[in-house]
């Protein structure tokens, strides 16, 4: 079975809705069901990647799993995924395929990337096989990096 992780969201969501175009048969794994996409024959399960139990209740052997990474800071991002990397293990996956960030690792020099780096790691030591897709920054985002003026007023250093 294919699981998708995220579907309530953007990423999520495409990835789920191309799988039905395709006739796969998946479960969407959620943290509301109310808001889960309409897809004709997927499955809907409850799970929270703070939650290993209703992780491990999700997820079933050999299932295939595409894991979208928590929209939190690493604070929440890391724990989270490592208790979803274990619960996955425990219950046999065969593969996940892990939305990850362009040049991941312990030396990046972007926050995220960090994280996601650490993530690839805990995959890496899982021994569950897996992908990671290096996505970049979605360029849908960037109208909302700018105030009504058009300017970016985050605070960036120096």
């Known amino acids: 079975?294919?699981?998708?992780?995220?579907?309530?969201?953007?990423?999520?969501?495409?990835?789920?809705?191309?799988l039905s175009?395709?006739?796969m048969r998946q479960r969407l794994l959620v943290r509301d069901?109310?808001?889960?996409?309409?897809i004709a024959g997927a499955e809907i399960a409850m799970a929270d990647y703070g939650?290993?139990?209703?992780?491990?209740?999700?997820l079933e052997p050999d299932d295939r799993v595409f894991m979208v990474s928590l929209h939190e800071g690493p604070e929440q991002r890391v724990p989270h995924h490592r208790a979803f990397i274990e619960a996955a293990a425990s219950a046999?996956?065969?593969?996940?395929?892990?939305?990850?960030?362009?040049?991941?690792?312990?030396?990046?020099?972007?926050?995220?990337?960090?994280?996601?780096?650490?993530t690839e790691r805990m995959l890496a030591e899982s021994g569950v096989p897996w992908t990671?897709?290096?996505n970049s920054m979605y360029a849908d985002d960037i109208p909302g990096w700018f105030d009504s003026d058009g300017l970016n007023t985050v605070p960036a250093g120096e």
């Open 1 to 18: 079975m294919l699981v998708v992780t995220g579907s309530t969201g953007h990423v999520g969501r495409l990835v789920a809705g191309e």
């Open 132 to 134: 990671a897709i290096r």
């Open 92 to 118: 046999g996956v065969a593969h996940i395929v892990y939305l990850s960030f362009v040049a991941a690792g312990p030396d990046a020099i972007f926050l995220h990337a960090r994280s996601h780096g650490e």
């Open 21 to 23: 175009t395709r006739g």
């Open 51 to 58: 939650d290993p139990e209703s992780i491990a209740d999700a």
């Open 33 to 38: 069901p109310l808001r889960a996409p309409d």
